[in-house]
């Protein structure tokens, strides 16, 4: 006996067999048993989904001598011709091969005439957005009001294709693709009843490989059954039907977080000599870091479409990663999705965009850069926000194991222990040092001070270039932040401690500093600003200011 494909052999023949599409059967269902059947049906969905089977389950219901419970017998003559495609009064038409209006014309004619021995002349045309306008219009009046004994029923997978003239003629039904989770469940009775063992791994790829269609499924498992007989697993199947493991999408997202560049070498080393489709890893990769992200979520890992020990795998990784950053690197693989295509050479710009990747600093929000709220990257520790008064700490613990064995040594050590509990009781206090401080050498000195500022805390060096330093009063540098806005100001004295310890560990001499803002126009400040910013004048240049800005949170001005 000829063999036939699984997708013929266990091809549904009833409404109940029909999966994935309950709204849709239970509707029919419903519609047979009160007798309600309307004359045109327009059945719309992916491939694979079921949508000419459940025509043919419409045309064997209305034409069955025993139909009950709005299911076909499947036993009756008239079943069994139409199952085999042999029944005179049900007309399957392919709407590609006879799209013209000569073809409508002839349909027109045939309807009229009484179906030879059903009850019912039932014309099932496939793929009917293949027809040319012409054809739609001569359709729409026999469409509209047939002979009594006259149906129809169009398939499409281009519904936007079909002119809404004939759509509205019809009932609409809408397929939607299965769930990998309900092809898996199928897949396993099918495999009971093949006497065929296989893993629930194996399945629930081949399902998810399947992209949501019936068929597609079908015709991947009669591959696999081929290639490994009665018993398969993952490990066998995975490079007949081109499944990546996932065990590779976590090693490439583990070397990103750990900014391991040996691990991320030797997955890209596995993917080449593997002759992985690179469209087909980032497309997984995207998919990966969105599992990632949903991972976080509690009890997100619940909605993956995976087995328990992937679930766990995910949320443990998730618990490593920031959402922002899985943002950025999603957004990154998907113009690298399509840049992929026209590329001569696609591996090379996907090492040097994994590179890259490897080189994305953690992700800050805006409030959290302007409040110094977040941590810098783990790998580029920066000591230089540690409060001052540990600092103290360190250094009183340091002095106190130094050896005091002789008088000179006693003495240094007494006269630095004195130094700094001066400094701690003033600050403490609130007093204010009595340190002279030389306002000359602070203005010569003051643009390489906000230099070294900037390369510290960019945000607070961007406001610092506008200012220019007036006068000492009690200990306190007073500074005029020229043309810029309130914002400015606040922004200054949120960071005044940090900004008080950056001017006393450059200038070596400890005071506060107060910013004011000023306006050019109301400021006679014409000779500090001339000395100190090379004659460009006193009115700051916004434009530069705006051009920090874009370097500074790495933007760019949308007009």
Known sequence: MTYKVLSLKWRPQS???????????????????????????????????????????????????????????????????????????????????????????????????????????????????MLTNQAFNALLRTLEEPPDHGKFILATTDIHKVPSTIISRCQR??????????????????????????????LLAISKKADGSMRDALS?????????????????????????????????????????????????????????????????????????????????????????????????SAKKWNNNDIIRICKVLHDMFYSLKNLKHPMIFFEMTSLKLMEMDSSLSISQLLNNNSQISTKKKNNENAPLEQSKEDTRDHL?????????????????????????????????????????????????FVKEVTNKRPSIGTILDSSVPINIVNNTLNINIVDLSDFSISSLKRHSNLI??????????????SPELVFSKKNDINHENSSLKNDQGNRVDNDNIVSKVIEVFDGEILR
């Open 15 to 129: 409404f109940s067999d029909v999966i994935g599409q309950d709204h849709i059967t239970n509707t029919l269902i419903n519609s047979f048993k009160k007798d309600r059947v309307a004359q045109g049906y327009v059945l719309t969905g992916p491939r694979g989904v079921g949508k000419t089977t459940t025509a043919r389950i419409i045309a064997k219901t209305l034409n069955c001598s025993s139909a009950s419970d709005g299911n076909p017998c499947n036993n009756c003559t008239s079943c069994q011709e139409i199952t085999d495609g042999r029944n005179l009064d049900v007309l399957e038409i392919d709407g590609a091969s006879n799209r013209g209006i000569e073809e409508i014309r002839n349909i027109r004619e045939q309807i009229k005439y009484s179906p030879m021995s059903a009850e019912y002349k039932i014309f099932i045309i496939d793929e009917v957005h």
């Open 173 to 202: 039904f809408d397929f939607n693709r299965i769930t990998s989770s309900i092809i898996s469940e199928r897949l396993t009775k099918i495999l009971e009843t093949e006497n065929i063992t296989s893993d629930e791994e194996s």
């Open 220 to 316: 991947l498992l009669d591959q696999v059954i081929s290639f490994s007989g009665e018993s398969f697993s993952m490990g066998e199947i995975s490079t007949l039907i081109g499944l990546i493991p996932s065990e590779i999408y976590f090693n490439y997202s583990n070397a990103l977080i750990e900014k391991n560049y040996s691990k991320i070498i030797e997955v890209i080393s596995s993917i080449r000599s593997k002759g992985l489709s690179l469209e087909d890893f980032n497309e997984g990769l995207i998919k990966h870091f969105n599992d990632l992200m949903i991972s976080k979520v509690n009890n997100g890992a619940e909605l993956l479409d995976l087995n328990d020990e992937t679930k766990r795998n995910y949320i443990d």
């Open 400 to 448: 106190k194991e130094l050896p005091e064995s002789d008088a000179e040594n006693k003495d240094e050590v007494s006269d630095a222990k004195v130094d700094i509990e001066k400094t701690s009781n003033a600050e403490n206090k609130d007093e204010v040092s009595d340190t002279k401080v030389d306002i000359e050498k602070i203005k010569i000195k003051w643009l390489e």
């Open 500 to 513: 008080n310890q950056y001017a006393t560990d450059y200038f070596k001499t400890p005071f506060k500093i």
